[in-house]
């Protein structure tokens, strides 16, 4: 037995180089000791990635992507009448919402341990890419059951185009091949969804993968290891890192399968069980919650429509920046007392402007909003200050 | 010694881990395996009610049953009979769908046969096959007796018969 | 240890988010839902007592032009068409409505079906010539062919109660009354139920059929005088018809989440055992 199954490996091995392959991407890939289960949150994106891929292979097998038929083909096709029909919807909107939760952390983790300095600055920008073309995903997937909240939606965040100078109407116009959002809008936002982001996220996820394996993983203290530092003080890919990462993906499944069965609604907002009216707004609209936060700088200018659109794209933006907004040669938030309670004070910030994101935007709570607008750049202007202090301090001494 | 135990416990766990996976794995193709059955309008299909006293002698009637036609011809008296093949003494009813290769023939009225414009294929009023490609005669479908009407898709003890004969 | 802590950190800051976006939230928007009155209180208390036989006689004078009751071989003289031309909607059949709505609802709609439902354009004339008495009959009358509360189902109760104008056509049920008079009568097309139970909350569907316009002040849905138990059954029944896999999801649930627990076990054991070796 032993025999056969090593010259099998063998003639893979003459054709296909797996022997070298599993030692450079599993066996012998060092990843540093000092990293917490932060870190397992990749392997937990790729997981609902999969997830999310599957479950929307098994939708679209009965979805049909026109106006008159698309909500019967989900609320009664889907969910009634297909067996498991309705597991496989559960898991997909379920699954979409948790992916940002996912990433949200991958990031923050990023943002705190400094993982996007130098020489990880493509990690970084594949990454936030990522993250884009994830939320291009959302927003066109999420127009698909044709719901009221899905309809009304896209109709608003298309209408904000409208607000570019010269191009605007028209472009509107052009991106919804319609007046307003309508069947023409549909079925391209079908195709991108189901076929073109998904292949980019793909493309992607490898290009961001590759970069990490050349660079090698970051770590808590934000100390670069030499090669042979890492031999001696890393654990092998395969199979300790990856011993780990079957055990957090358990226990993120048992999360995550309890959402889908017994705590799905954040996840399916009743508003759209409603079908469409293109001449009737809901009396409250509001994105999923993975969009609040941006959604609420958006509206967190309200004295001023076209402030409130440039804070509004910024703000999806400006962290893609981070490499050369924070330049402190100090990695690791762990060694950076400023660093620290700045960070802090932006993931609270972000928590605040996502509750408010959902909250009518009238009165004390439009006051608040701006407030959370202000802080959130605040933020990224402090980054440059804090930079400078440390660099200061270093060279005096001080820190260590 | 020890080294042995070490080794051997880990494959031990591999294995159960693995092997509880893969039941995990055989649930959600189970699952995947169910969605692809048909759904319940189209179960609904599976068992269609004809009168046949609807039908007057030398008519054909072609009555959809699973997505497929089937022929209902009332034979009159100076039509071939065929005992083995007959429903409820003056019927034909057979599937539709020539046993060559899966085209509908044609009723031609003053032949008294069915044609199959693909290759030819040619049955007469019992649906037996009497000329050209086709193999056998047209296919006799499931099918029940109440009173006048005719249950297509539940066997009922006259396509028993028929069947033995 | 130290992965403990970062876990304990993450669950507090998604707890606070999810709390903030939905329980609190949900409760900025919309307030909480008042209880329903199924006394009607704003409604004169009176007792209904009266002849079924003289009831039987009034009715087919002055109701059944209109209204059939099919438990009693009685059909409407007016057809649907006709019905649709001069009122824009279709008359119910009144089986069973006597065991569907509260007695004096029923006695306050007969004089008076504007105010009673609370909308003003409802198309049912005031029968407000008809004496106590005459209308005590009628109701007996209507009580003795109607099936017994506890044997009427949320679906006849709805079919009974509100297919005149709303569809559920999951459910292969479809309104009476065409779309294009009901726009005319009420201002426009009332939804299609068979998702109701899933787009709004339980509470809200029975305060809602209780009392309209406190839910949304200038609808155009009339109060119906829905007895508790009726509406009760109504709500159930849209409840279910909106999640016919309830029980098979729990279930599955259930053995989803043991499989996992079992796994994690296992996975945790391997790691235990690799990371044993390590330095």
Known sequence: MEKKKGGFIQWLDERLAINALMKIMMTEYYIPKNINFLWSFGVLIMLVLVILIISGLFVLMYYKPDAKLAFDSVNKTIMMDVEYGWLFRHIHAVGASIMFLVLFVHMGRGIYYGSFKPPREIVWLTGYLLFILMAATAFTGYLLPWGQMSYWAAQTITTLFEKIPVIGPDLVIWIRGNFIVEDATLTRFFALHVVLLPLLLIVFTGIHLYAVRIVGSNNEDGIELTKEEKKTKGIPFWPVFMSKEFFVMSVFLIFFFYLVFFQFHFAMDPINFTPANYLQTPPHIYPEWYFLAFYEVLRGFFFSQNLGLIAFVLSMFVAMFLPWIDTSPIKSGNYRPLYKIAFWIFVADFVFLTVLGKLPPTGLYGWLGFIGTLIFFGFFIALPIISKIEKKQIERGGNQ | MAEEEKVTRRDFLLYAMGGWAAIGVGASLYAMYKTWEPLPEVKAQATVKFDLSEVQPGELRVVAWRGKPVFVLRKTPDMIKCPDRTVKDEYTVVIGICTHLGCIPNWEEDKKIWHCPCHGGEYDACGRNIFGPPPRPLAIPPFKIEGNTIVLGEEGPEYKKLMKG | ?279
């Open chain 3, 1 to 279: 240890m130290k992965d403990l802590k970062i876990l304990a950190i993450l669950t507090v800051i998604v707890l606070a988010t999810y709390i903030g976006i939905e329980p609190f939230a949900k409760h900025e928007m919309h307030g909480t839902v008042p209880e329903p009155d199924y006394n009607y209180l704003d409604l004169p208390k009176v007792q209904l007592n009266g002849n079924p036989e003289e009831g039987k006689k009034l009715f087919k004078t002055n109701c059944a032009s209109c209204h059939g009751v099919e438990a009693d071989g009685i059909s409407a003289t007016m057809d649907k068409k006709t019905a649709e031309l001069s009122f824009k909607v279709v008359p119910p059949d009144l089986s069973n409505i006597a065991n569907i709505i509260e007695p004096h609802f029923f006695a306050a709609f007969v004089k008076d079906p504007q105010g009673t439902t609370k909308f003003p354009k409802f198309a049912m004339p005031a029968m407000s010539y008809l004496t106590e008495v005459q209308i005590g009959n009628i109701y007996a009358y209507l009580k003795s062919v109607a099936k017994p509360a506890e044997e009427l189902t949320g679906k006849e109760i709805l079919n009974d109660a509100c297919t005149r104008c709303h569809s559920v056509r999951y459910q292969k049920i479809y309104a009476h009354t065409d779309k294009d008079y009901l726009n005319d009568y009420l201002g426009k097309v009332p939804p299609d139920l068979s998702l109701m139970g899933k787009a709004k909350e339980h509470e809200y569907l029975l305060t809602f059929i209780n009392n309209p316009q406190v839910m949304l002040p200038g609808t155009s849905m009339p109060r119906l005088g829905l007895s508790e138990e009726s509406a009760t059954k109504v709500v159930e029944y849209l409840d279910k018809i909106a999640d016919p896999h309830k029980e098979q999801r729990n279930k599955v649930g259930f053995w989803v989440l043991g499989y996992l627990i079992v796994l994690a076990g296992l996975t945790f054991a391997w790691k235990k055992k690799i990371w044993k070796n390590v330095h």
